[in-house]
C-alpha cells in the first residue's frame, strides 16, 4: 500500500545524517581522527534557522555528545537513529543490527525523553539481501524508515522500489505491503532507462543546481515530496584531508552550503514526523 499524497502546497521532506567526517572508516579506528563533529552539526543548524528536518543520529554521536543531541531536539527538530556503529546491514548479522539498533534508540531516548521512531541505514543497505532487517525494525518499534535508494549501483540500490513513500515489509520491500513500516525512499530523477540519484550528499555535490531543482521540481509536480539528505561534515572545509578517504569524500565541498542554502530559498521542507502526522 503506498501512502497517499499530501494537497495543497508541497512540503518536501529534509534530513541530516549526524556522522562524523572520518565514520566511513571501522569504529575500532575512531579514537584516531580528529573529532569535528559538534561545530559542523551546530553550523548546519545555524544554515536551516527556522526549517525543520529530522536528524538521523549515530548513537555512538549520542553517547560521546549528549549535549549535541540535546541542542538538536532543543531547536525543535525530529531525532532518529542511524544505527550505531555506522556499519552496512550486510556486514551485521540479525543479533548484531538489533542490538546496535535497540542500543542507539535507548542513548538517544535517554537524552531527549522521546521515543525513536524513526531509522535509516548506514549507506543505504536496506536492500533486497538485507530485508530481514525489516522484520526486526517493525519488532523494535521503528516506524518508519529512509533507507531505500531506487538506484542500482555496485554497494546498494533496489531500483525497482517505488519512488515515493509506501508501507515496506520483509516480504516484499518494493511495496504492495500491508507492513506496518512506512518507507521514504531516498529520491532520484526516472529517466526512460536508469534512476538519477539526486537525493543529497555526493549527488548534491556532483551535479549542477539547476539539474537538482529542476528535478525536484518534476517531482512536486506529481503531488510528492523529494527526500533529501545532507551530512554536516559536508560543510566542513576545514576536516584533515587523508589520502585513505576516497576522492569522492572531498568531491566539491564548497558549492555545498551554498547548494543547501539555495533549497532552502528555492522549496519547502520539514521532518518527516512533521510531514507524517504534522
Known sequence: MRIGSKMGHIENILTVDVEDWYMTTDISRWGEFEDRVIASTERMLSILGDTKATFFVLGYVAEHHPELISLIHDCGHELGTHGYSHKPIQSQTPDQFEEELLKSMEIIKSITGVKVCGHRACQASVMKSTSWSIDIMERCGIEYDSSVFPVKTPLYGVPDAPLFPYRISSEN????????????????????????????????????????????????????????????????????????????????????????KQLLKDFKFTSIREWLHG
Request: charged share 25%; net charge positive; aromatic share 18%.
Open 173 to 260: 520491500i518494493c511495496g504492495e505491503s500491508k507492513g506496518r513500516i512506512c518507507e521514504f525512499p531516498l529520491s532520484v530523477r526516472k529517466l526512460p532507462y536508469k534512476n538519477i540519484p539526486i537525493a543529497g550528499g555526493f549527488y548534491l555535490r556532483l551535479f549542477p543546481y539547476w539539474f537538482i531543482k529542476n528535478s525536484i521540481e518534476k517531482i512536486n509536480k506529481k503531488r510528492e515530496p523529494a527526500v533529501i539528505y545532507l551530512h554536516p561534515w559536508e560543510i566542513d572545509l576545514e576536516q584533515p584531508k587523508s589520502p585513505e578517504f576516497k576522492w569522492y569524500h572531498y568531491y566539491n565541498l564548497p558549492a555545498m552550503e551554498p547548494k543547501i
